[in-house]
């Protein structure tokens, strides 16, 4: 596998990555407007009231203070491609392809970032049902935020993802990844 790590790291396949995520997820209003539906986990998890109260506290001050409080919200990354093109961008073409892929791209971060928000405040309404309050309940929602919103870092993506290989086999499967995690993991407990 060694060969094939160097292979997956080369610039060309980075190149090629990066070429295949900006022209399919660049403008693409479904894959932006889809990033909502990881608010399902939150609701399976969290129960329909404490989504309910996210929502309501969400439009409170639109994920203001979940960004203030949380210690991953800022951190997260709902992609492992579109974390891997922010890294593997090079020469001037790099450049010309980020300038115009990257506002294409926003449409998708926004609603992630807002998604996982909503979700942060749903399992905040959830950990003080359980009595939870301070830095214990900020750790439960960050938790639940990052085992239900597919978030890229290494402690809840799938094994294959954690290589270059394995990301790049899988770069447009990171929701279908995090579904079944949830759904082994969280739901089956296995």
């Known amino acids: 596998t060694g060969v094939l790590e160097s292979i997956a790291r080369s610039r060309i396949v980075q190149t090629l990555k990066s070429n295949v995520v900006y022209a399919a997820l660049a403008g693409n209003i479904r894959s932006a407007v889809i990033q909502v539906s990881a608010l399902v986990h939150a609701g399976i998890k969290a129960g329909p009231i404490s989504l309910a109260t996210g929502v309501k506290r969400y439009f409170t001050d639109f994920g203001k203070r979940a960004y203030a409080q949380s210690?991953?919200?800022?951190?997260?990354?709902m992609e492992t491609a579109l974390e891997d093109l922010s890294t593997g961008l090079w020469g001037a073409y790099q450049r010309g392809q980020a300038a115009v892929g990257k506002p294409l791209l926003a449409p998708l971060r926004f609603l992630d970032k807002q998604t996982a928000a909503v979700?942060?405040?749903a399992f905040e309404s959830y950990g003080q049902k359980m009595g939870l309050k301070g830095e214990e309940l900020i750790r439960f929602a960050d938790e639940w935020v990052?085992?239900?919103?597919?978030?890229?870092?290494?402690?809840?993506?799938?094994?294959?993802?954690?290589t270059a290989l394995g990301r790049t086999a899988s770069m447009f499967n990171t929701f279908v990844l995090n579904e079944w995690n949830f759904l082994t993991r969280e739901m089956l407990g296995i």
């Open 71 to 77: 210690y991953v919200l800022d951190a997260r990354s």
């Open 146 to 162: 990052l085992k239900t919103q597919a978030s890229a870092q290494r402690s809840v993506i799938a094994p294959l993802q954690r």
């Open 119 to 121: 979700s942060w405040y």
